[in-house]
């Protein structure tokens, strides 16, 4: 090997993208109700990420960004620029309720499941409360159960996204 390429290799440093669903307690049991506990052990993962020198997209539901202890958390992480908040869409738990059934919450329908008017409605407002609420631009997204359609993917763009 040349010396040359031996001096590329050394000054190459491994990427590595991390991205955390951040999302409400065991949604994979189907709960009626949503709750956020798990925002407590945020912190502990995020000193785990900095001990690596990790810089992770937090991928945020809409009941995780109405979260005082997560809002808390992403501020404090954004504010020493060792984070990104993204937005993580569960349309059948987002708001503005546009039911497919009696029982979304037990069916989780993925977005594209969803006509184009209910997912502008629903991933306009989650942009905007991640916005308003963190004060920061959101760019990256995955769609909850990782659904990405033609819709979806075009109402992503409207809204500035460059990542999902």
């Known amino acids: 090997m040349s010396e040359r390429m031996r001096t590329e290799t050394r ?28 925002a407590a ?13 990790l810089r992770p997209v937090y991928l945020t539901t809409y009941e995780m960004a109405l979260c005082r202890q997560f809002q808390a958390f992403a501020r404090n992480a954004l504010a020493r620029n060792e984070c990104e908040i993204g937005s993580h869409l569960h349309p ?5 309720e546009m039911p497919l059934t009696a029982r979304d919450h037990w069916y989780q329908p993925c977005v594209s499941h969803f006509p184009e008017q209910a997912v502008r409605a629903k ?3 989650l942009t905007r409360v991640l916005e308003d609420t963190l ?9 909850g159960r990782w659904a990405l359609d033609a819709t979806s ?12």
């Open 135 to 143: 004060a920061v631009r959101v760019r990256s997204h995955r769609g």
């Open 153 to 164: 993917a075009h109402v992503l763009a409207e809204h500035g996204y460059w990542v999902d």
């Open 92 to 96: 059948w738990n987002s708001p503005p």
């Open 41 to 53: 052990y945020l912190p502990r993962f995020h000193a785990l990420c900095q001990q690596h020198h």
């Open 11 to 38: 000054d190459v440093r491994p990427m590595l993208l991390v991205t955390i669903d951040t999302e409400g307690d065991d949604l994979w049991s189907r709960p009626r109700e949503v709750t956020t506990h798990n």
């Open 123 to 125: 991933l306009g407002l």
